[in-house]
C-alpha cells in the first residue's frame, strides 16, 4: 500500500467532528445559494451529502463509480504530484480524512475531508466534469519528470478546479473547489477588490498560482466546453515539443 495511503476509521470521529462538519455544511450551503454551479447544486444531493453526518467514503466512492466511474482515495494529507495526478488519471480522486477541529475553523494550513469532499465530490457526479478531470490527470501523468510543464498543469488546474467561475445563463457562478469550501474566499471574490478575466489558456498558464492566500484573480469560462478543450490545446502543446518558459 503506498505511503500517501489512509483507512477512513468512521468510529474515531467525535461529536467535535460531527458538529464541525454541521456548521461548515449549513454555513456553505447559505452562502452558495445562487452562486455555485448548478452542477453542484444536483450533485451535493445526488452524491448523498447532508447535514447530519460525515459521508462516509465506501458509500460515497459506490455513488461516484455507479454515476461517472470515479472513487475517492482516502490519504494522509497533502500528496506530491506524481502521487495526485497518477490518481486522477485512475479516475481516484485524494481526499483527507481528518476534518479541522473548531480553533482552525476559518483557516486551515493544507485541505483537510470538508475541503476535498464537499468541494470536490459533487463535480465529480458531472460527467462533462469528471472526463475533464481525468483527461488532466491522464496528461499530466505523460509529463511527470518535466517541471515546468507540470507548473503549468497546475496552474490550469488551481485556476479551474480549484478556483474556478462559470457564466450559466447570464450568471457567473463558482465551481472551483477553494471557493465551494471556503467562506472567506466566497467572500473574497464576491468583493469588490477581486478581479475577474474570460478564461484564455494562454493567461491562466503565465499567471502565477498560489493556495497560500486569497486569490488575487479568477478566471471565467464561458461555456464548460472551454474546460475540456483547454487541456486538450496544453496537450497538443506539450506532445509538440513546445518549449514552455520557466514559471516565475
Request: hydrophobic share 45%; glycine share 8%.
Amino acid at each position: 500500500m503506498p505511503d500517501y495511503m489512509e483507512q477512513q476509521h468512521y468510529d474515531r470521529y467525535t461529536t467535535q467532528d460531527q458538529l464541525v462538519w454541521k456548521v461548515l455544511f449549513d454555513r456553505q450551503t447559505a452562502l452558495l445559494h445562487k452562486r455555485a454551479c448548478t452542477a453542484f447544486g444536483k450533485g451535493l444531493g445526488a452524491v448523498g451529502f447532508h447535514r447530519n453526518a460525515i459521508p462516509n467514503f465506501e458509500e460515497v466512492s459506490q455513488r461516484l463509480y455507479k454515476a461517472t466511474g470515479w472513487q475517492l482515495e482516502p490519504v494522509r494529507g497533502m500528496l506530491n504530484d506524481a502521487d495526485f495526478f497518477g490518481l486522477l488519471a485512475q479516475r481516484k480522486f485524494p481526499a483527507t480524512v481528518w476534518i479541522r477541529s473548531m480553533a482552525q475553523f476559518d483557516f486551515i494550513e493544507e485541505p483537510d475531508l470538508f475541503h476535498g469532499v464537499f468541494g470536490h465530490a459533487p463535480l465529480l457526479m458531472d460527467s462533462a466534469f469528471a472526463d475533464f478531470l481525468h483527461f488532466l490527470g491522464q496528461v499530466a501523468a505523460q509529463h511527470l519528470d518535466d517541471a515546468v510543464a507540470l507548473a503549468r498543469l497546475e496552474r490550469l488546474y488551481g485556476f479551474t478546479v480549484q478556483f474556478g467561475l462559470v457564466e450559466e445563463h447570464g450568471q457567473t457562478r463558482m465551481y472551483g473547489a477553494g471557493l465551494l469550501s471556503s467562506s472567506g474566499e466566497i467572500h473574497h471574490c464576491i468583493g469588490d477588490v477581486s478581479r475577474r478575466f474570460p478564461f484564455d489558456l494562454a493567461t491562466v498558464l503565465h499567471t502565477p498560482y498560489s493556495e497560500a492566500h486569497l486569490q488575487e484573480q479568477y478566471f471565467v469560462l464561458n461555456s464548460w466546453e472551454q474546460l475540456t478543450e483547454s487541456v486538450a490545446e496544453l496537450a497538443a502543446l506539450l506532445s509538440s515539443g513546445w518549449e514552455l518558459e520557466p514559471v516565475e
